[in-house]
């Protein structure tokens, strides 16, 4: 059930107000950080997350060839994932505390907000489930591939919604800074800070994925069994 938003008074959350109260905010000093700041660094993760799942599905398709690489990508992915998944708590967090410019941004649409527990909860699924397969290997699969598999449609499934209702204002946040002289991607005050945040995800998705190659080797040499289990 979706949490209701926090009420405000009339002149703080009217359409009016709103609007009055983001007019009224400079625009160097609204690209700082805050609703937009954070709008932004959403975005751009989700485009990573977007390119990086396309070729995870490739990997599924030809998953007794691309075993490795699907573990890699999966193991990768975990950075930029836990950076979305705080990006978009640290939003939650920040209106339903009642933080002026938050509560004039708004919070996502009530569909969104109902989706939202079922995206997390099948994302820390999937990503755990697999986590456990990397590391325990074949022998000690049992249960967990197909907790793997159930909450991978799952979540495919819920992401998929999550994608495309927040793809309209997607656009518009990655132009955040277009007409400025920092238009750079990541641009505007704060901007190298939502850089190295999305810079430091990959590398720390990068890292755990390398640490982890030896334990790939298990799977890797026994590319028909995992086939089954994923196809099967």
């Known amino acids: 059930m ?3 938003p ?3 008074s009339a002149d703080s959350t009217s359409p ?3 609007r009055r109260g983001a007019d009224s905010t400079p ?3 609204r690209l700082r950080g805050g609703p937009e700041g954070n709008e932004q660094l959403t975005a751009y993760t989700g485009v990573v997350l977007i390119l990086l799942l396309a070729v995870l599905g490739v990997t599924i398709i030809r998953i007794g060839q691309l075993t490795w690489l699907h573990m890699f990508l999966g193991l990768l992915l975990i950075g930029p994932v836990g950076l979305k998944m705080a990006s978009t708590g ?3 967090l920040r209106y339903y505390t009642r933080s002026p410019p938050y509560l004039r941004k708004g919070p996502p649409e009530a569909w969104l907000r109902l989706l939202a527990p079922a995206v997390v909860l099948t994302t820390v699924a999937v990503f755990a489930s697999g986590v456990l397969l990397v590391i325990d290997g074949p022998a000690g699969r049992g249960p967990v591939v197909l907790i793997h598999k159930v909450s991978f449609i ?5 992401t998929a919604l999550h994608v495309l209702g927040h793809l309209p204002g997607m656009s518009a946040a990655l132009r955040l800074n277009r007409g400025d002289r920092t238009s750079a991607p990541l641009g505007g005050s704060g901007g190298a800070g939502r850089a190295i945040a999305l810079a430091g995800a990959l590398v720390g998705g990068l890292v755990l994925a390398l640490v982890l190659i030896p334990d790939f080797a298990a799977w890797t040499s026994n590319t028909s069994i995992f086939h089954h289990h994923h196809h099967g």
């Open 154 to 158: 799952a979540w495919g499934l819920v």
């Open 90 to 92: 640290y939003r939650f």
């Open 16 to 18: 009016e107000s709103a």
């Open 2 to 4: 979706a949490i209701a």
């Open 6 to 8: 926090p009420s405000a």
């Open 27 to 29: 625009r160097h000093l």
